[in-house]
């Protein structure tokens, strides 16, 4: 069975640039969660999408953005890009959402912004 | 306000010998811990978990121990093999919380032949 996959693998942008990164989750998954990690910190979280809905947000600005399809693939997106945006973007997938449920890393979108 | 910490960037063992992560949380909210391995270019890997209501959880070379009482995780690789080297992250996630994980910033293991 194929992991979580991730595209693109890099991605280079300028300041004010928007930019939309995409997940596809392991089979049989149904929740999608985002992470991004700065280099020399661990991952932060994002957002997470249960079944095309919202089901948690942390502590990001309203540039970041993100939606879950049909097929539970999912979405990130962020607006008018700042060089502090440059990092690598985790996506994560799990079975269901609470619980002890173990997240499945994708290996990643590394975004550079100039 | 970092809630995990690991406070060794980094830790250079011999091959064969026992390797010994730390890590401490501030959180007493916490109910479940994991620990993931990352390769450079590579997503995070799921290594082992361990729930609050255990102190100790084994699988394979791999034991992980929890000390409730001294907010304390150690993740133990025994023997440590060169294809641990690594950075390994330990994770937290809150009883009341249904998602988000929170993270270290990681121990870079060496294993030195």
């Known amino acids: 069975d194929a992991g979580v996959t991730q595209s693109p693998t890099h991605l280079i942008k300028t300041r004010g640039q928007h930019v939309t990164l995409r997940c596809s989750p392991i089979?049989?998954?149904?929740?999608v969660s985002w992470y991004q990690q700065v280099l020399g910190q661990g991952p932060q979280f994002i957002f997470q999408?249960?079944?095309?809905?919202?089901?948690g947000r942390g502590n990001f600005p309203d540039r970041f953005s993100a939606r879950q399809f049909p097929n539970y693939s999912s979405e990130l997106n962020v607006n008018a890009l700042l060089l502090g945006d440059s990092a690598l973007y985790l996506c994560?997938?799990?079975?269901?959402?609470?619980?002890?449920?173990?997240?499945?890393f994708g290996p990643g979108t590394r975004l550079l912004v100039l | 306000d970092q809630q995990v910490k690991q406070n060794s960037p980094s830790l250079s063992v011999q091959e064969g010998r026992i390797s010994i992560l730390n890590c401490d949380y501030t959180?007493?909210?916490?109910?479940?811990f994991l620990w993931y391995k990352k390769y450079p270019a590579e997503g995070p890997t799921f290594l082992i978990s361990?729930?609050?209501i255990k102190d100790k959880n084994e699988d394979g070379r791999f034991t992980v121990f929890l000390n409730k009482s001294a907010k304390h995780l150690s993740l133990h690789i025994v023997p440590s093999q060169p294809g641990d080297s690594a950075v390994y992250f330990c994770?937290?996630?809150?009883?009341?919380?249904?998602?988000?994980?929170?993270w270290g910033a990681g121990t870079k293991l060496i294993i030195k032949p």
């Open positions: 994770a937290a996630k809150r009883g009341d919380s249904n998602y988000q994980l929170i």
């Open positions: 959180n007493s909210m916490f109910d479940y």
């Open positions: 361990i729930s609050s």
């Open positions: 089979s049989g998954h149904k929740s």
């Open positions: 999408y249960y079944e095309k809905e919202e089901r």
């Open positions: 994560a997938s799990s079975p269901q959402v609470g619980g002890q449920e173990t997240q499945y």
